[in-house]
């Protein structure tokens, strides 16, 4: 059997993506048909901790499939499907209506009405139809998914159906209640036969409550109870009121902000012994859990809007961190995990979760994030509930992370049931050299050493806001000396980029890849190499016209349609607009974040986890990879971050400054933020792109008017 994070079979098909219909909330998502059905022997269903509780849902009304009219939906957890029985064939139009608002949360609730247009009573048949697979998440999402019918027992009552799966020590079961109560229930089909008033209507509430090991979870949302008071709806109407408003010349622009801050809001998952604490999820519908790496640079990416999901993302990171030395799930002491699960083998908290640690760059991204938290404004006091963890983490880098000790970090898998490749990008063959051949482990990635760099200044600046002048310039120190080794060692003189990675000989794997604008991102590139870099990022075979590819087009091995070999992916591309600004390639940043956001609009203000790399001359629209998830955490992350570029923004609150020098891309003729979070309390930036006004800043904060730059002491 496959391995959960290994996975290599090919997804199954779902239909056309547009057509279906997903609904996420927390570690409950639905995936159904545009009427509102679940089809079963899809990868449809409705799922709970990385379970499918709900394998068909299907309503039949007078002996007639439901024919969608439309779908409505204004919150990521809720949907109204409208749909009428099909008529028969030259048959007069049905005058039944009939609508069902379905409501996730540990669970569903579904209000279902048949309205009546018919001027005199209608007899009318309701056959519900269930079914409960218990299939694992991955088996679903893999094509692997088989009915294990001998382990699924089905119990009804007068007001219940109950499905039932034990295997060894799991179980998993199903609760379906309904008001009123149906006519009679025949194995798996739910019926009623009711008469509808004329011009009148009849209702009916459905609810699915998970049981996990023998016990009944309340869905968040239950029959009888106000819609507006359940938890979903009450945290996403706090998110709406306490992040920043925006408000710009580009009408697309203010869409799309809108729309990924929609969907972070979606996104975030809570942990049940810390309810208050938010973690954003990787992405919808697949990746409802927390990843390191997606968390970590999602979290940096959304400062901007909300600090406080950050220092969650990392106190949870924090609370699962590496102690001992394992070769199965690779946990090392003080290393932070790559993911966590929360299917059969799950034992763990935040809802019960099974964890694997086979990551290269989520521990010094977590040193990173924490140091600029403390940029940001962060109370020192839960920097220092945290230090330990920071200190840890390090410890991780410089004594497992650099195996060959060798003075980088690399990755090699311990068991083969590990990910190959452990940077981001993880598909197998996702680091290659330029002749197209395949990498093979221990890699030492570019953008790793980068985010080991920038760690390393991260906790030089802890050390010196705490006064340790001594640990101050021992971290200080490390992280030139690494700097000056990697400018050595990585850089490719004749070629005028750097190495994506050395390979196990410490030979540069030469390929042109969109790696080196994370370098730019993290600082650790030479001035006198930049312009280079940011060339090679410009170049038109690495910029599509819709982002920036993860493989440049002139290497072998490139496909546009590939996960990793040609791809666009936007949070790939906004850390390297990020970086650009970094350098002071102003015009070339807004020239990337411009591709960016054209993408976005084409997409309708939502961008995907990955799309075609195919040139904007050859295809005037992106085309997103097949089984993308979306909304996806750092992919709506991205807008965020190009909106902080944009904004020139960099708060060091340790300093008592916020440096701001906006730039507004073509067709903006002015960008108003109201509500950043800083320093405990919020501000606002307003500029027309010649005359910039801050207001609201802390007592003892002053506004500086200029680019962040890597020759500046803004430490």
Known sequence: ???????????????????????????????????GDILQNSAQGLFFRDTRLVSRY????????????????????SAVFVSRPLPPPGGAPPTLLVTRARHLGNGMREDIEIRNFNDEPTYCSLDIMLYSDFANLFAVKEGRAGDSGQDISLDTNEDRMVFSFRHGAFSRGTGVKFYPLPTRVSRDVASFEVIVPAKGHWNLCIEVHPIMDGKDIQPRYTCGSPIEN???SERLANWRKLVPQVDSGSQSFNRTINRSVEDLGALRIFDPDYPDRAVVAAGAPWFMTVFGRDSLITAWMSLIFDSDMALGVVQTLARFQGKEVNPRTEEEPGRILHEMR??????LSLGGGSIYYGTVDATPLFVM?????????????????????????????ERFGDKNRDGYVEYMRQTDRGLKNQGWKDSWDGIRYADGRVAEPPISLCEVQGYVYAAYRARARIAKVW??????????????????????????????????????????????TSNIGHCLWTGIVDEDKAGEVAKRLLSSDMLSGWGIRTLADSMGGYNPLSYHCGSV?????????????RYGFTDQSVEVISSLLDAAERMGGRLPELYSGLARSELDTPIPYPTSCSPQAWASGAPLLCLRSLLGLEPLATSGEIWVKPVL??????????GIPIAGTRITIDTDGQNTSVDGLPSGMEHRTGFRMVNQNLD
């Not at 007639?64 to 990521?76: A, D, F, M």
């Not at 067709?667 to 933020?673: E, N, R, S």
């Open 467 to 512: 006064g340790d002048e001594n640990l101050w310039q021992i971290y200080s120190a490390k992280a030139a000396d690494l700097k000056e080794r990697f400018n050595r060692d990585f850089w490719l003189e004749d070629k005028g980029w750097y190495a994506v990675g050395l390979d196990a000989d410490g030979h540069p794997i030469d390929s042109l």
């Open 369 to 397: 994030l924490v140091g600029e938290l403390l940029r940001w404004g962060m109370a020192k006091e839960a920097i220092e509930d945290i230090l330990p963890n920071v200190d840890r983490a390090i410890d991780w880098i």
């Open 342 to 347: 929360f299917g059969e083998a799950a034992s």
């Open 569 to 581: 992916w936007p949070h790939d591309t906004a850390i390297a607009a990020a970086g650009l600004m």
């Open 230 to 232: 359940a938890t979903p």
């Open 665 to 674: 891309p073509p067709g903006m003729d002015y960008l108003k933020v109201i």
């Open 58 to 77: 299907e309503i039949a009304v007078n002996e007639s499939r439901l024919e969608g009219l439309g779908v409505s939906s204004s919150e990521p957890f």
């Open 1 to 35: 059997m496959t391995d959960q994070w290994n996975a290599t079979g090919v997804n199954v098909s779902m239909g056309s993506m547009q057509s279906l219909v997903t609904l996420v909330e927390e570690t409950t998502f639905s995936i159904s048909e545009p009427n």
